[in-house]
């Protein structure tokens, strides 16, 4: 059974930074694309930023130019700097990954508060 696994989330104050981890487990194949979206409370989920199949980079204008997305294809893993972070940044942060289907971790809390 596939399953992502998000950790790097926590509390921290305006301007400044975290960076989250997603490891995928229990996957045979590569996924197609990766990624991370995330939920701020009584809001929908919103795409932060992904790598497309052809392994480009998409970002959400809200996080262009703070937010950096990285990947390991060889042990199918993504990663999200967060630089520059701000109150509105604080939000439930879900890895979600491709391949014929959603796949989706469970949530990783990033609260930016002073």
């Known amino acids: 059974q596939v399953q992502l696994v998000e950790s790097g989330g926590g509390l921290v104050q305006p301007g400044g930074s975290l960076r989250l981890s997603c490891a995928a487990s229990g996957s045979r194949f590569r996924f197609n694309a990766m990624g991370w979206y995330r939920q701020a409370p009584g809001k929908q989920r919103e795409l932060v930023a992904y790598f497309t199949s052809g392994s480009s980079t998409v970002y959400a204008d809200s996080v262009k130019g703070r937010f950096t997305i990285s990947r390991d294809n060889a042990e199918n893993t993504v990663y999200l700097q967060m630089n520059s972070l701000k109150p509105e940044d604080t939000a439930v942060y879900y890895c979600?990954?491709?391949?014929?289907?959603?796949?989706w971790g469970q949530g990783t809390q990033v609260t930016v508060s002073s």
């Open positions: 979600w990954a491709y391949y014929f289907r959603d796949y």
